[in-house]
T-cell receptor, first 115, second 116 residues
Framework: NAGVMQNPRHLVRRRGQEARLRCSPM?????VYWYRQLPEEGLKFMVY????????ESGMPKERFSAEFPKEGPSILRIQQVVRGDSAAYFC?????????????FGPGTRLTVL | QQQVKQSPQSLIVQKGGISIINCAYE??????FPWYQQFPGKGPALLIA?????SEKKEGRFTISFNKSAKQFSLHIMDSQPGDSATYFC???????????????FGSGTQLTVLP
Protein backbone atom coordinates (compact mmCIF):
# COMPACT_ATOMS: atom_id res chain seq x y z
CA ASN A 1 0.00 0.00 0.00
CA ALA A 2 1.72 3.12 -1.20
CA GLY A 3 1.84 6.04 1.17
CA VAL A 4 0.72 9.58 0.51
CA MET A 5 2.37 10.83 -2.65
CA GLN A 6 3.18 14.42 -3.44
CA ASN A 7 4.65 15.94 -6.55
CA PRO A 8 6.70 17.68 -7.44
CA ARG A 9 9.08 17.26 -4.52
CA HIS A 10 10.82 20.52 -5.33
CA LEU A 11 9.36 23.44 -7.24
CA VAL A 12 11.03 26.69 -8.18
CA ARG A 13 8.96 29.61 -9.35
CA ARG A 14 9.63 33.26 -10.07
CA ARG A 15 7.55 35.94 -8.44
CA GLY A 16 4.21 36.30 -10.18
CA GLN A 17 4.09 32.76 -11.55
CA GLU A 18 1.63 30.06 -10.54
CA ALA A 19 2.47 27.01 -8.44
CA ARG A 20 0.48 23.77 -8.56
CA LEU A 21 1.12 21.16 -5.90
CA ARG A 22 -0.39 17.69 -6.18
CA CYS A 23 -1.29 15.16 -3.53
CA SER A 24 -2.48 11.60 -3.98
CA PRO A 25 -3.86 10.22 -0.70
CA MET A 26 -3.30 6.71 0.52
CA UNK A 27 -5.54 4.09 -1.04
CA UNK A 28 -8.90 4.06 0.69
CA UNK A 29 -8.45 7.50 2.24
CA UNK A 30 -11.04 10.11 1.37
CA UNK A 31 -9.90 12.96 3.62
CA VAL A 32 -7.06 15.28 2.61
CA TYR A 33 -5.40 18.00 4.65
CA TRP A 34 -2.84 20.58 3.49
CA TYR A 35 -0.29 22.12 5.86
CA ARG A 36 2.46 24.68 5.34
CA GLN A 37 5.78 24.59 7.15
CA LEU A 38 7.95 27.68 7.20
CA PRO A 39 11.66 27.27 7.99
CA GLU A 40 12.30 26.47 11.65
CA GLU A 41 8.57 26.40 12.41
CA GLY A 42 5.88 23.84 12.99
CA LEU A 43 3.25 22.92 10.46
CA LYS A 44 0.28 25.22 10.06
CA PHE A 45 -3.09 23.93 8.91
CA MET A 46 -4.37 25.36 5.64
CA VAL A 47 -7.35 23.41 4.35
CA TYR A 48 -9.29 20.17 4.78
CA UNK A 49 -11.07 18.52 1.86
CA UNK A 50 -13.14 15.49 1.08
CA UNK A 51 -13.90 14.36 -2.46
CA UNK A 52 -15.38 17.32 -4.36
CA UNK A 53 -15.89 19.32 -1.15
CA UNK A 54 -13.90 21.87 0.84
CA UNK A 55 -14.81 21.19 4.47
CA UNK A 56 -12.60 23.67 6.33
CA GLU A 57 -10.45 26.34 4.73
CA SER A 58 -9.95 28.47 7.82
CA GLY A 59 -6.15 28.34 7.47
CA MET A 60 -6.00 29.38 3.84
CA PRO A 61 -4.84 32.89 2.97
CA LYS A 62 -7.78 34.86 1.60
CA GLU A 63 -6.16 35.62 -1.73
CA ARG A 64 -4.12 33.72 -4.32
CA PHE A 65 -4.53 30.29 -2.67
CA SER A 66 -7.08 27.67 -3.65
CA ALA A 67 -7.47 23.93 -3.22
CA GLU A 68 -9.53 21.19 -4.78
CA PHE A 69 -10.02 17.45 -4.48
CA PRO A 70 -11.90 16.26 -7.56
CA LYS A 71 -13.85 13.05 -7.84
CA GLU A 72 -11.04 11.60 -9.91
CA GLY A 73 -7.38 12.43 -9.54
CA PRO A 74 -5.19 14.04 -6.92
CA SER A 75 -5.87 16.96 -4.64
CA ILE A 76 -4.31 20.17 -5.92
CA LEU A 77 -3.12 23.20 -3.98
CA ARG A 78 -2.82 26.16 -6.29
CA ILE A 79 -0.95 29.35 -5.53
CA GLN A 80 -1.38 32.17 -7.99
CA GLN A 81 1.06 35.06 -8.43
CA VAL A 82 3.56 33.62 -5.97
CA VAL A 83 5.59 35.93 -3.73
CA ARG A 84 8.83 35.25 -1.84
CA GLY A 85 6.88 34.75 1.39
CA ASP A 86 5.21 31.68 -0.15
CA SER A 87 8.54 29.83 -0.03
CA ALA A 88 7.92 26.93 2.33
CA ALA A 89 7.40 23.20 2.51
CA TYR A 90 3.82 22.19 1.78
CA PHE A 91 2.66 18.90 3.23
CA CYS A 92 -0.41 16.92 2.41
CA UNK A 93 -1.89 14.39 4.83
CA UNK A 94 -4.67 11.90 4.34
CA UNK A 95 -6.89 9.96 6.69
CA UNK A 96 -9.48 7.24 6.28
CA UNK A 97 -13.19 7.92 6.49
CA UNK A 98 -14.85 6.95 9.73
CA UNK A 99 -11.81 6.95 12.02
CA UNK A 100 -12.90 8.93 15.06
CA UNK A 101 -9.49 10.45 15.60
CA UNK A 102 -8.70 10.70 11.89
CA UNK A 103 -5.08 9.64 12.22
CA UNK A 104 -3.29 11.61 9.54
CA UNK A 105 -0.57 10.17 7.33
CA PHE A 106 1.77 12.71 5.80
CA GLY A 107 3.40 12.81 2.40
CA PRO A 108 7.05 13.78 1.82
CA GLY A 109 6.13 17.38 1.03
CA THR A 110 6.72 19.81 -1.80
CA ARG A 111 9.41 22.38 -1.19
CA LEU A 112 8.50 25.58 -2.98
CA THR A 113 11.15 28.19 -3.62
CA VAL A 114 10.11 31.55 -5.01
CA LEU A 115 12.92 33.51 -6.62
CA GLN B 1 -6.29 29.68 22.43
CA GLN B 2 -5.49 27.33 19.59
CA GLN B 3 -1.75 27.40 20.28
CA VAL B 4 0.35 24.51 21.44
CA LYS B 5 3.62 25.61 23.06
CA GLN B 6 6.58 23.25 22.83
CA SER B 7 9.93 23.22 24.60
CA PRO B 8 12.85 22.98 24.38
CA GLN B 9 13.61 24.18 20.88
CA SER B 10 16.65 21.93 20.73
CA LEU B 11 17.92 19.07 22.86
CA ILE B 12 21.22 17.20 22.95
CA VAL B 13 21.34 13.87 24.76
CA GLN B 14 23.98 11.19 25.14
CA LYS B 15 23.29 7.74 23.77
CA GLY B 16 21.38 5.75 26.35
CA GLY B 17 20.00 8.83 28.06
CA ILE B 18 16.41 10.01 28.44
CA SER B 19 15.04 12.68 26.12
CA ILE B 20 12.13 14.73 27.44
CA ILE B 21 10.07 17.15 25.36
CA ASN B 22 7.24 19.17 26.84
CA CYS B 23 4.09 20.73 25.43
CA ALA B 24 1.36 22.90 26.89
CA TYR B 25 -2.01 23.91 25.51
CA GLU B 26 -4.84 26.28 26.38
CA UNK B 27 -7.89 24.95 24.58
CA UNK B 28 -9.58 22.43 26.88
CA UNK B 29 -11.63 21.17 23.93
CA UNK B 30 -8.58 19.41 22.48
CA UNK B 31 -9.17 15.67 22.79
CA UNK B 32 -6.39 14.02 20.83
CA PHE B 33 -2.66 14.56 21.29
CA PRO B 34 -0.28 12.94 18.80
CA TRP B 35 3.48 13.23 18.55
CA TYR B 36 5.17 13.28 15.16
CA GLN B 37 8.78 12.53 14.23
CA GLN B 38 10.30 14.24 11.20
CA PHE B 39 13.62 13.49 9.56
CA PRO B 40 15.25 16.07 7.25
CA GLY B 41 13.59 16.17 3.85
CA LYS B 42 10.74 13.91 4.94
CA GLY B 43 7.18 14.38 6.03
CA PRO B 44 6.15 13.98 9.68
CA ALA B 45 5.40 10.43 10.79
CA LEU B 46 3.05 9.58 13.63
CA LEU B 47 5.02 8.26 16.59
CA ILE B 48 2.53 7.86 19.40
CA ALA B 49 -0.74 9.49 20.46
CA UNK B 50 -2.83 9.84 23.60
CA UNK B 51 -6.38 10.81 24.56
CA UNK B 52 -7.08 12.85 27.71
CA UNK B 53 -8.85 9.99 29.47
CA UNK B 54 -5.49 8.34 30.23
CA SER B 55 -2.46 9.78 32.01
CA GLU B 56 0.24 7.75 30.32
CA LYS B 57 0.79 5.69 27.21
CA LYS B 58 3.87 3.65 26.43
CA GLU B 59 5.01 2.14 23.16
CA GLY B 60 8.44 0.61 23.26
CA ARG B 61 10.96 3.27 24.26
CA PHE B 62 8.45 6.09 23.77
CA THR B 63 6.09 7.27 26.54
CA ILE B 64 3.57 10.09 26.61
CA SER B 65 2.69 11.55 30.01
CA PHE B 66 -0.50 13.60 30.14
CA ASN B 67 -1.54 16.04 32.88
CA LYS B 68 -5.08 17.17 32.14
CA SER B 69 -5.36 19.61 35.05
CA ALA B 70 -2.12 21.36 34.10
CA LYS B 71 -2.93 21.14 30.38
CA GLN B 72 0.49 19.71 29.67
CA PHE B 73 1.83 16.61 28.00
CA SER B 74 5.30 15.33 27.39
CA LEU B 75 7.22 12.81 25.35
CA HIS B 76 9.87 10.67 27.01
CA ILE B 77 12.34 8.72 24.89
CA MET B 78 14.11 6.11 26.99
CA ASP B 79 17.52 4.71 26.05
CA SER B 80 17.88 7.38 23.33
CA GLN B 81 19.76 6.26 20.23
CA PRO B 82 21.56 8.23 17.48
CA GLY B 83 18.86 7.03 15.09
CA ASP B 84 16.33 8.98 17.18
CA SER B 85 17.97 12.23 16.08
CA ALA B 86 15.15 14.09 14.36
CA THR B 87 12.68 16.91 14.88
CA TYR B 88 9.75 16.06 17.12
CA PHE B 89 6.43 17.85 17.00
CA CYS B 90 3.63 17.65 19.49
CA UNK B 91 0.15 18.34 18.18
CA UNK B 92 -3.44 18.56 19.34
CA UNK B 93 -6.75 18.32 17.63
CA UNK B 94 -10.45 18.75 18.25
CA UNK B 95 -13.36 17.25 16.44
CA UNK B 96 -14.61 19.92 14.06
CA UNK B 97 -18.10 21.21 13.51
CA UNK B 98 -18.57 19.07 10.42
CA UNK B 99 -18.10 15.96 12.54
CA UNK B 100 -15.04 14.53 10.94
CA UNK B 101 -12.85 17.57 10.45
CA UNK B 102 -9.75 17.32 12.64
CA UNK B 103 -7.13 19.84 11.80
CA UNK B 104 -3.93 19.36 13.76
CA UNK B 105 -2.43 22.26 15.71
CA PHE B 106 1.31 21.71 15.91
CA GLY B 107 3.93 22.86 18.36
CA SER B 108 6.99 24.60 16.99
CA GLY B 109 9.18 21.49 17.12
CA THR B 110 12.19 20.19 19.06
CA GLN B 111 15.35 19.26 17.25
CA LEU B 112 16.79 16.25 19.07
CA THR B 113 20.41 15.22 18.66
CA VAL B 114 21.56 12.00 20.27
CA LEU B 115 25.34 11.79 20.53
CA PRO B 116 26.98 8.40 19.96
Amino acid sequence: NAGVMQNPRHLVRRRGQEARLRCSPMKGHSHVYWYRQLPEEGLKFMVYLQKENIIDESGMPKERFSAEFPKEGPSILRIQQVVRGDSAAYFCASSPMGHIYNEQFFGPGTRLTVL
Amino acid sequence: QQQVKQSPQSLIVQKGGISIINCAYENTAFDYFPWYQQFPGKGPALLIAIRPDVSEKKEGRFTISFNKSAKQFSLHIMDSQPGDSATYFCAASIRGGSGSARQLTFGSGTQLTVLP
